[in-house]
């Protein structure tokens, strides 16, 4: 099984380039970082893991940026978000970030696509919250859009743009439906989450990875409604803390990757963990 990692690089942190070289030289499968552009000081809405909002939060890295200096010193490691809060971005723009890191690596990119849970930073990028996942659906079909391998106008509920000179392109050719990076959705499970994955989606991202056995079966179903190649389907718990159990019980649900958690932390600390992850590495 491949394990990737995931990380809160800020400033205080290890370097994205120390980092990524230490995960290629141990043979690490990928780095997917987060995203949070500010948090606002007067918040209402609550931390989702309970308790006082940790500091790393409002001092991410923009994970673009991070993500291509480590692409600049790797050759094979995977790079992807995790995740790009697509309704705080203009979809244009983020379409052509999206494009340029995965060209410029090689088609190592994914795309991990999240509707956030923070309402102040939402709101602050004029997302209503309550239409942001609508928003994420007509932001993604505009990217696809951009990504088409001919000039292609779309016109959507928040947004068009006209049939456009749009390059580089994304690496890999589409897949059914998908249009793009390799995308990957984030998010509880539930109908609604998994009509996303099935749209424009190669998978899903679970936050955890906890009641993959219950909610595996319903997204598997959606899948087949939608029409989507069962082989296709990619399933990446995000997150969790490896041991080798949970990593027999993903293999045992058809599951070939996944992210580990490290601590947003300096150097040595972060070298400490992977020296623990290293154990788990096929």
Request: proline residues 9%.
């Amino acid at each position: 099984m491949d394990i990737a990692v995931t990380i809160f690089l800020t400033d205080e942190t290890i370097t994205p380039t120390r980092l990524a070289r230490e995960l290629e030289q141990r043979g690490f499968a990928g780095l997917y970082l987060p995203e949070h552009t500010h948090i606002p000081v007067e918040r209402t809405t609550p931390y989702p893991a309970g308790g006082e909002l940790p500091p790393e939060y409002g001092r991410t890295l923009d994970p673009f940026v991070a993500l291509g200096q480590a692409a600049a010193v790797t050759e094979r490691l995977g790079l992807g978000t995790g995740i790009t809060l697509v309704a705080q971005h203009d979809p244009i723009d983020l379409a052509k970030q999206a494009a340029t890191l995965d060209h410029l690596s090689g088609g190592r990119f994914t795309l991990g696509v999240g509707f956030g849970w923070n309402v102040e930073e939402a709101a602050d990028h004029g997302v209503r919250w309550d239409t942001r996942r609508a928003l994420v659906r007509d932001r993604m079909a505009l990217m696809r859009a951009l990504w088409a391998q001919e000039p292609t106008a779309y016109r959507g509920e928040f947004g068009s743009v006209r049939a456009s000179h749009a390059h580089p392109k994304p690496v890999r050719k589409p897949r059914g439906p998908v249009v793009g990076p390799r995308t990957l959705v984030g998010g509880a499970a539930g109908p609604k989450l998994f009509a996303h994955i099935c749209e424009y989606a190669d998978g899903w991202l679970p936050i955890g990875g906890r009641g993959l056995s219950e909610s595996l079966p319903a997204l598997r179903a959606a899948w087949a409604e939608a029409g989507r190649d069962p082989d296709d389907l990619q399933v990446v718990p995000y997150a969790v803390r490896p041991t080798p159990g949970k990593l027999a019980h993903y293999a045992d649900l058809g599951i070939r990757e996944v992210v580990a958690q490290l601590p947003p932390a300096g150097e040595a600390e972060v070298l400490r963990a992977l020296d623990g992850y290293g154990a788990l590495l096929g």
